[in-house]
């Protein structure tokens, strides 16, 4: 079994920065493709970002392009999320995710896709 736990989350003024972290443990070697999703209040979750650990594919939703980076340490089993320029837009509950599957564009963007979740971390930026 795999287990997620983000960090990292907190209160950022409008266009700052954080980097979330989320620190994978068990049978992390199974997992082909992790990710970052995010659920606001009252909203539904949405796809973030995505990166293969076989390739370091990456894939973002359009909103996050340019601003957000998805990157990974698999010596370390850390997955990291660097989120510049942050917009108010962006306050949410941020949620790592990994699977087994291997890395499908039209795939890796539904929640259904992955076996394993985190916990979640909070992220509020103030306008």
């Known amino acids: 079994q795999v287990q997620l736990v983000e960090s990292g989350g907190g209160l950022v003024q409008a266009g700052g920065s954080l980097r979330l972290s989320c620190a994978a443990s068990?049978?992390?070697?199974?997992?082909?493709?992790m990710a970052w999703f995010r659920q606001a209040p009252g909203k539904e979750r949405e796809f973030v970002t995505a990166?293969?650990?076989?390739?370091?594919?990456?894939y973002y939703v359009d909103s996050v392009k340019g601003r957000f980076t998805i990157s990974g340490d698999n010596a370390k089993n850390t997955l990291y999320l660097q989120m510049n320029s942050l917009k108010p837009e962006d306050t949410a509950v941020y949620y790592c995710?990994?699977?087994?599957?291997?890395?499908?564009?039209?795939?890796?963007?539904?929640?259904?896709?992955?076996?394993?979740w985190g916990q979640g971390t909070q992220v509020t930026v103030s306008s």
């Open positions: 068990g049978r992390t070697g199974s997992m082909i493709v």
């Open positions: 995710a990994a699977t087994r599957r291997e890395f499908l564009r039209t795939r890796v963007v539904t929640s259904d896709y992955y076996d394993v």
């Open positions: 990166i293969s650990r076989r390739s370091s594919t990456t």
